[in-house]
């Protein structure tokens, strides 16, 4: 499938994981992709091995100045923004009695705060057409023992794509959420024995995602051929928050 040529999309921490996932996916349909990373070395090393049309940027996703750098970097090279992601997350665990504000500090600052103003820059490279996904969880939607703060980001995300299909929706512009459940990623892999053993008992498909798939699902909402799907959320799941 060709059905990102000609466009313009910038994976805001692609360079690993399912966020690298989705920048393949889009080089693959024919994008021009920007990623950022902090690594410069990885970086690097990610967007060459993606292709020649793909332009690696260091930035640290939970820092704005450094992500308003990036996405002036997109727009002098490109010309503009068709397709944004916004993938970078955390997930630190910690029960309501471990809880602390340094905590829900960190969870917030990166998930929730960092892709606001990276919206925003974004927004001035982008016209009628542009799409923008955000990368949310299922755990916005079940409860899972621990994940409280990361649970309560990523419900907040999914509320911010509410408001901004509201806003944006007039400007031809749509926002969508890709949700997925848990994903064979380092991300997964930080996860302790039980806790992963007792997530893969709860889905009905019985096994982890592959980034790919979620990529599958970004690229879809990122293409026209979701020209009518705005404020959504897609979840990659395996079927656990839906039975
Ligand atoms: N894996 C899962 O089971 C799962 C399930 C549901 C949702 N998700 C969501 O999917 C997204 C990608 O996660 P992943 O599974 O691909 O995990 P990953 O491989 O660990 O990738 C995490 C991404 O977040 C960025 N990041 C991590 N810590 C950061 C920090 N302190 N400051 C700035 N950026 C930071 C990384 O960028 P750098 O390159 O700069 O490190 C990277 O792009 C996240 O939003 C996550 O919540 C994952």
Redesign the pocket.
Known sequence: MARMTDKIALV??????????IAERLAAEGASVAI????SS??AKVAASIGPKVRGLVA????PEEIEAAISAVQETFGRIDALVL?????EPASLEAESAENVD?HFT??VR?PVPAAKAALKAMSAGGSIVL?????DAIGVPTRGS?SAS?AALRSYARTWTAELAPRGIRVNVV??????????A??GAEERAALLSLIPLGR??R?EE?AAAAAFLLSDEASYIAGAELCVDGGVAQV
Do not use: C, F, Q, W
Request: proline content about 6%; glycine content about 20%; aromatic content about 2%.
């Open positions: 805001v921490g692609g360079a690993k994981g399912i966020g690298l996932a950022t990373g902090r690594s990885e970086v640290d996703a939970g820092k993938n970078a997350g955390i997930s960190r990166l998930n960092g990368i949310g969880s299922i755990a990361y990523k949700s997925p459940g848990p994903t064979d990623t380092a991300m997964m930080a996860v982890l995602a980034p979620v």
